[in-house]
T-cell receptor, first 112, second 113 residues
């Protein structure tokens, strides 16, 4: 079967760094996505990793280790607007197509 | 990606349809439901006009994709357990070579009494 785990909630201070972890078990792994979702809004794309290593994009970085079934999203210089849910999603390839399976999401609260 | 309606309150047993359209010429479209503590769960998806398949939680739902730009979600007989927020999403492709990020609609908040 497929399983994706991430912490339910995290808190951090404005200006700090926070790391949100995601572990997964899946067949036909074909990449891992991170999405951001503000309350009452649609998810928006943050990052995509398919090879091992770190991908950096401004204040956000995402890391993947396929052998360990592990990824993390690193947020630097936290701002109040970063308070949101962060969704880890694994792309599973089967039957000729990719399907995206989401974790339950991590709700991040940034405090002054 | 545009969903309609954005909000809907109805009663048990009603038949209803939620529409989704995209103007990005995307091949791949999907429907998710999002419930507290459970994240987004895939209901049905489509890899092209006339081609649909089941996701994680297909029971109680049907879909239709007659045209590439539209993907309809139907509930034949609405049940309180289907009260949720529904998101439509689309991406350029879903094949092995093209793992593209999905673009989400703003969601449809459905309450079934």
């Amino acid at each position: 079967g497929q399983n994706i785990d991430q912490p339910t909630e995290m808190t951090a201070t404005e200006g700090a760094i926070v790391q949100i972890n995601c572990t997964y078990q899946t067949s036909g792994f074909n990449g891992l996505f991170w999405y951001q979702q503000h309350a009452g809004e649609a998810p928006t794309f943050l990052s995509y990793n398919v090879l091992d290593g770190l991908e950096e994009k401004g204040r956000f970085s995402s890391f993947l280790s396929r052998s360990k079934g592990y990824s993390y999203l690193l947020l630097k210089e936290l701002q109040m607007k970063d308070s949101a849910s962060y969704l880890c999603a694994v792309s599973s390839f089967s039957g000729g197509y990719n399907k995206l399976i989401f974790g339950a999401g991590t709700r991040l609260a940034v405090h002054p | 990606v545009t969903q309609n309606p954005r909000y809907l309150i109805t009663v048990t047993g009603k038949k209803l349809t939620v529409t989704c359209s995209q103007n990005m010429n995307h091949e791949y479209m999907s429907w998710y439901r999002q419930d507290p503590g459970m994240g987004l769960r895939l209901i049905h998806y489509s890899v092209g006009a006339g081609i649909t398949d089941q996701g994680e939680v297909p029971n109680g739902y049907n879909v239709s994709r007659l045209k590439k730009q539209n993907f309809l979600l139907g509930l034949e007989s609405a049940a309180p357990s289907q009260t949720s927020v529904y998101f439509c999403a689309s991406s350029h492709s879903a094949g092995a070579q093209g793992n593209q990020p999905q673009h989400f609609g703003d969601g449809t908040r459905l309450s079934i009494l």
